[in-house]
């Protein structure tokens, strides 16, 4: 069973900086790492959205709303993808959760975690 745990999340001020953490299990962390992981968040009223995603090949993706504020990192040793937030805004509110997924055949299974909360005050 993949798992995938967050933590990290909390209220900060704005232009403050915050780093979320998601643990995965040995060996689904490793495959999840090599076919992509990383981090959506929703809003409320809002639909999910990608915030950062990396993979094995050292690829990196990040929404535009994040390029030069969020760094997406991996450290295999410990099983766990991080979110390095800074510069943070209200707008950045939202729970994050972290995302993997696993290339199948027909495309991709994708697995999330429960979520963390992050608020920006302003």
């Known amino acids: 069973q993949v798992q995938l745990v967050e933590s990290g999340g909390g209220l900060v001020q704005a232009g403050g900086s915050l780093r979320l953490s998601c643990a995965g299990s040995?060996?689904?962390?490793?495959?999840?790492?090599?076919?992509?992981i990383g981090w959506y968040r929703q809003a409320p009223g809002k639909q999910r959205e990608l915030v950062a995603l990396t993979n094995s090949t050292g690829s990196t993706n990040y929404a535009d709303f994040v390029r030069g504020r969020f760094t997406i990192s991996r450290d295999n040793a410990k099983n766990t993808v991080y979110l390095q937030m800074s510069s943070l805004k209200p707008e950045d509110t939202a729970v994050y959760f972290c995302?993997?997924?696993?290339?199948?055949?027909?495309?991709?299974?994708?697995?999330w975690g429960q979520g963390t909360q992050v608020t920006v005050s302003s």
């Open positions: 995302y993997g997924r696993r290339r199948q055949t027909w495309g991709f299974t994708a697995y």
């Open positions: 040995g060996s689904t962390f490793s495959t999840l790492s090599r076919d992509g």
